[in-house]
């Protein structure tokens, strides 16, 4: 049923080939829009790329490659779900990481074991967040928190939604500490939305995955939360479903003075054997008010708004 492996290998090598050669010429798209008179960002601006739940599918790493030199990439941060059942054997996967020339961010999933954890903490470019401890990357401070459920077999583990809040508690007293200290920290990475939203009023941005697609919401005190699609285009799971799941990550515009988010694109590649492009660039409503009026926003009028 499975045919010639063989071919099968060759096939997907040629989907991966193409997929990176098709971001390439998408983001060449990149000097038209960074010309728009809404935003222009400048050589100092810091280029985050946002990706999430990979799920052991290798055409991200040619993909994640692309953008990186597409859009000169200071840092990447991975929202967790890089594996799929998080065993020893999978370890492998993640050698590309080194490969990738810039520092690697990243917190685990509930498809990522601790054996993955370590793994990644062996690399030199990874940094991995765990606990709410604090690191200074690419001249942002990041703090995270790992998942605190490991779920590859798909079953709900203890505690669901709750255990999920109480990590988010545990990553919200970090970040008041951290505030407390005088070192404020600029993103939050959690996987799952439900432990990011316990962050809210205590950091200006917060990144997250797990749902497999992405979205942006403005909290009720003030964060703005970012949560990235599948960059894996859902792994395995691509062709559950009558249309193959599509590849999403962000490239994310951060200002190097203040660290408030500037602007964002959306990129979203078609699924498992398709070659289809979108990118499509948003604005806070802060910084489009001030492009209106032909100012600048500041350190004390950057705070998160509504996109």
């Keep these: ?27 060449k798209l990149y000097d038209v829009t960074s010309t728009l008179p809404a935003y222009q960002p400048d050589p100092a ?17 040619k993909i994640i490659g692309s953008l990186v030199k597409q859009y000169r990439v200071d840092v990447i941060v991975d929202s967790g779900d890089t594996m ?37 903490e062996r690399m030199r470019n ?13 001249g942002l401070r990041f703090a995270g928190v790992g998942d605190p ?28 500490d951290q505030r407390a ?9 959690a996987h799952e939305p439900v432990a990011a939203r316990e962050t809210d009023g205590q950091v200006p941005l917060v990144l997250c995955g797990h749902l497999h697609h992405e979205g942006t919401e403005l909290l009720k005190y003030g964060t703005r939360l970012r949560m990235e699609g599948s960059t894996g ?19 994310l515009y951060v200002d190097r003075d203040s660290h408030r988010l500037q602007a964002w694109d959306e990129i ?26 032909g100012t600048t926003p500041g350190p004390d009028t950057a705070s998160p708004a509504s996109p």
Excluded: C, K
């Design 268 to 293: 979203r590649l078609g699924g498992l054997g398709l070659t289809t492009a979108e990118v499509s660039r948003h604005l806070p409503e802060d910084v489009l008010d001030h492009r209106r009026s």
């Design 84 to 120: 799929d059942h998080g065993t020893a054997a999978e370890n492998g996967f993640l050698d590309p990481i080194a490969d990738l020339g810039v520092p690697y961010v990243w917190v685990r999933g509930n498809h990522d074991s601790r054996v993955t954890q370590r793994y990644l």
């Design 1 to 27: 049923m499975v045919g010639n492996a063989r071919s099968i290998v060759t096939e997907f090598d040629v989907y991966q080939q193409e997929l990176a050669r098709l971001v390439t010429n998408v983001t």
């Design 233 to 251: 285009g859902s792994g395995l799971r691509a062709v559950e479903g009558r249309y193959p799941d599509p590849i999403e990550a962000s490239i």
């Design 149 to 176: 459920q490991y779920t590859p077999d798909r079953s709900v583990a203890p505690g669901g939604d709750a255990a999920e809040r109480l990590a988010g508690d545990r990553l919200a007293s970090a970040l008041r």
């Design 181 to 189: 200290a005088g070192t404020p920290v600029d993103v939050a990475v």
């Design 126 to 138: 990874v940094h991995v967040l765990d606990d709410g401890r604090a690191r200074t990357v690419a």
């Design 45 to 61: 601006t810091l280029r985050v790329l946002h990706v999430s739940d990979i799920h052991l599918n290798p055409a991200s790493w």
